[in-house]
């Protein structure tokens, strides 16, 4: 059975910082690139982050370019969100999302985890 849990989310002042845990088991983490969603209530599931199935290559919404990083340890079958410079906009839920390569329609979602940014 596949899971994917994500951790680290949390209530931090404007400026703070968090990283995001999500890991994966029950899949062979090294065949799927990994992303992180977002999403408001009410509002459409928004791409925040990406990574590689092998860790080369990632991509970012422009909102959060220069402020997130995404990472991942294949070893441990765990991919990171880094967020620093946090702003009240950056407020949702936090999804983690798994995607075989070259197969998209074998794909995974984790519960989510809150992130509030507010002073």
């Known amino acids: 059975q596949v899971q994917l849990v994500e951790s680290g989310g949390g209530l931090v002042q404007p400026g703070g910082s968090l990283r995001l845990s999500c890991v994966a088991s029950?899949?062979?983490?090294?065949?799927?690139?990994m992303y992180w969603y977002r999403q408001a209530p009410g509002k459409e599931r928004e791409l925040v982050a990406g990574?590689?199935?092998?860790?080369?290559?990632?991509n970012y919404h422009d909102s959060v370019k220069d402020r997130f990083t995404i990472s991942r340890d294949n070893a441990k079958i765990t991919v990171y969100l880094q967020m620093n410079s946090l702003k009240p906009e950056d407020t949702d839920v936090y999804y983690c999302?798994?995607?075989?390569?070259?197969?998209?329609?074998?794909?995974?979602w984790g519960q989510g985890t809150q992130v509030t940014v507010s002073s």
């Open positions: 990574i590689s199935s092998a860790g080369g290559t990632t």
């Open positions: 029950g899949l062979t983490f090294s065949r799927y690139d």
């Open positions: 999302n798994a995607v075989r390569v070259k197969s998209v329609e074998d794909t995974y």
